[in-house]
């Protein structure tokens, strides 16, 4: 079982613990409405409405946290529309009487109803990827790539509601994503950037930048052969070191990033972050500042290669 799914079992498993004694009804219940086929909750209440508006709205509240897209609200109305209160019943509980409802969705009418919204994103993900494995030229094989990419991030909410009335979390279509992802991969693969660092205290400047470019999946390295982009990175360090101002040593790191196409011979871009911090101690005022620039720059670094492969 996943981890989602054991974290929506474990308020059942606290309730039914709560509802002990000779005749566990709720044990019962969830017999006949069993986890693997059903999600559901339990809510109790003073009156029996009361406690079945709370038992849907729990469930309700299972999607409630998962990632949004346009037509999230319409979807998950459509999909909730198919839940139902399925049991009632009354215990006493420190002698005052006490209403327990059970609202449930089945799994099964719920994927498939979920599955139409599927269409659009696979159909184009298919082509795509047909693309990706026919297509010669690599950097036409990048923007297929980015393309896709759109699509997948759209697919996202999608997936995350399909995982959760899954019993097992298989995503929809696992065949088509595996083979859409392996021709993504590829695609950002064949991309060689090679990077120059100069100046101070280059590791903590370069570690965030390379790490964006590397998240993407592009080769990225030191002086690297064959390159398709040459990336040099300058750190400076201007130590300014004052007490006379809020008590507080500062410092300002500045990255510089020069971005370049090797084929052309052409700078593309050029970009500059300086980031100033103080602290009461010195050492921790340069490590912000530069930590801070670094990361800064990593960020537009990333888009600005991403923006340039897209319309080269």
Sequence with gaps: MKIKNILIAI????????????KN?????LKEYPYEKYLSKVESADTKDEAKKAALTELKGIFAALPKDNNSEARREN?????KVAKTWKMKQEGKKRYYAMAVLERQPALEALEQYYVGYDTQIEALTKKLNEEQDKFTRLKYALQMDKILSKRTALDEEYKILSYDATPYNEE????ARAAYNRAFYEIKISSKIIGDEQ?????????RLNELGFQVGENLPNA????VMKAYIDKYESNTLKGLNWCS???TVTLKDLATGGIFAIYSKTERVGSA????????????????????VKQKVIDYLEHK
């Design 11 to 22: 308020p059942l498993l606290a309730l039914l613990c709560a509802c002990g004694g000779k």
């Design 25 to 29: 009804i709720l044990r019962e219940n």
């Design 79 to 83: 999909l909730l529309a198919l839940a």
């Design 176 to 179: 088509l994503l595996y083979n």
């Design 203 to 211: 590791e903590i400047i370069k570690t965030p930048i390379i790490e």
């Design 228 to 231: 398709d982009i040459e990336l």
């Design 253 to 255: 790191s500045t990255a």
């Design 281 to 300: 101690r010195k050492e921790e005022a340069q490590l912000r500042s530069l930590v801070s620039a670094g990361g800064e720059a990593a960020v537009a």
